[in-house]
């Protein structure tokens, strides 16, 4: 049971990015996706954003303005759209999410903020 990120890559400043997460075996393993971490090199991981199920969001101070979170209708997506990146928004990005009341977490994706 894990979820998977996709969607990181290479950007410029300025740039934009959309993280995707979801359960590689949802029909068997329904994990509803929840929440946006980040690990920056040498950083404790933080919070980014998150979502309740009834669809409350909340986000770190570092990235509101910039960074919206949604979720696609079934609740078995969840999204990052990241918007004008900066170099300190460089990390390893995880989703995380719940199969009942076990908190599932997948492998990163990478975000690199570089000119």
């Known amino acids: 049971v894990q979820l998977q990120a996709s969607g990181g890559g290479l950007v410029h400043p300025g740039g934009s990015l959309r993280l995707s997460c979801d359960s590689p075996s949802h029909r068997r393993f329904p994990v509803s996706p929840r929440a946006w971490y980040r690990q920056a090199p040498g950083k404790e991981r933080e919070l980014v954003a998150r979502m309740t199920p009834g669809g409350m969001t909340d986000y770190a101070d570092s990235v509101k303005g910039r960074f919206v979170i949604s979720r696609d209708r079934a609740g078995n997506t969840l999204y990052l759209q990241m918007n004008s990146l900066q170099a300190e928004d460089t990390a390893v990005y995880y989703c995380?999410?719940?199969?009942?009341?076990?908190?599932?977490w997948g492998p990163g994706t990478q975000v690199t903020v570089s000119s």
């Open positions: 995380n999410g719940l199969y009942g009341s076990l908190l599932v």
